[in-house]
């Protein structure tokens, strides 16, 4: 069974504002990584107090908009934004790149932990549980959009995006390549989840969680309309290896 998309990605608009499922996806992220790392500062898994974590959303969130942004503009479509400069801050409407919302929670994190004598790795296995339910969010906020979308499929469940059709008007329908990253985050966090409360050495939940997205999000690449090539690789794998190397490298050293 196909499936035709032709989602509105945008809610309500009220003049010039829009209000979109996009936004929203990462709205509910934020709301679920609130809860839960305040959660753990209750159960004394993390000496932060609410107004700490508070401060700590409001900084690795804007660290996290500023380098998915910046990796986006940058390394997946330059020539655009630089002829439409004023579209690099309209980041609501999709355009957001993972790895470089990850170098920059990973920075500001790091910056933040020094300044309040917290240990990084400790504070990393915390913030990553969410982080892999909020990527999923994410995806199907891409999947609403209609972007990153798969190459092209016989599968029973194919979509065709904004009824594209071919040179001889035969409907496309590509892999919804945006709910396999959808199950694979989904995955990642329930394993991460059950590893949680077991007594494992700092970082571990982090290492875990670089490992098995860069294995999974590789994989994906290969059935995923590349946005851009380095060499034989697309963009998000070359970034999925220095990903990977540091996941490995770092779960040996806790192991």
Known sequence: MVFFHNINPVIVQLGPVEIRWY???YVFAFLFALWYVKKASKEGKIKLDDEQIDNFFVWLTVALIVGARLFAVVFW???YYAQHPLEIFAFWKGGLSFHGGLVGVIVAAFLLCRKHNISFLHLADIFIVPLALGQAFGRIGNFI???????PTLLPWGVNFFNEVDAVGNFVFRHPSQLYEVLYDVAIFIFLWLLKDKKLKNGFLFATFLLL???FRTLTEFIRVPEGMIGPLTISQAFNIPMFVAGLWLLLRRK
């Open 213 to 215: 997205y860069a294995v």
């Open 145 to 151: 959009n209609g972007e990153l979308y798969g190459i």
């Open 23 to 25: 936004g929203l996806m």
């Open 77 to 79: 479509d330059f020539s």
